[in-house]
């Protein structure tokens, strides 16, 4: 059974920081590429950052966030900094087979994300 659990989410003021963690069970955790995406109310899920390899991006948190990977874990981070309160989301974790560009086959619940004074 595939499990995707994220954790870490909160409140934070603008200028924060706040590092989300998601640990996985029930598949190769290594083989995958394993990525981060949010969802704000709304607007359409964006990717936040992917990792296998190598790592990347989405431009709106470019030199902010940093996500990192712990294969003897079983888990993937995000570091995020610098926070703006459009960061608002829910945050998903999400396991992808075949590498960064595809669509993640697993997913995780969500955890809330807020930036707020």
């Known amino acids: 059974q595939v499990q995707l659990v994220e954790s870490g989410g909160g409140s934070v003021q603008p200028g924060g920081s706040l590092r989300l963690s998601c640990t996985a069970s029930?598949?190769?955790?290594?083989?995958?590429?394993m990525s981060w995406y949010r969802q704000a109310p709304g607007k359409e899920r964006e990717l936040v950052a992917c990792?296998?390899?190598?790592?990347n991006y989405g431009d709106s948190v470019q030199g902010r966030f940093t996500i990192s990977r712990d294969n003897a874990k079983n888990t993937v981070y995000l570091q995020m900094n610098s926070l703006k309160p459009d960061d608002t989301a829910v945050y998903y974790c999400?396991?992808?087979?075949?590498?960064?560009?595809?669509?993640?086959?697993?997913w995780g619940q969500g955890t809330q994300v807020t930036v707020s004074s």
């Open positions: 990792i296998m390899s190598s790592t």
């Open positions: 029930g598949f190769t955790f290594s083989s995958y590429a």
């Open positions: 999400g396991a992808k087979g075949y590498g960064c560009r595809y669509y993640p086959a697993y």
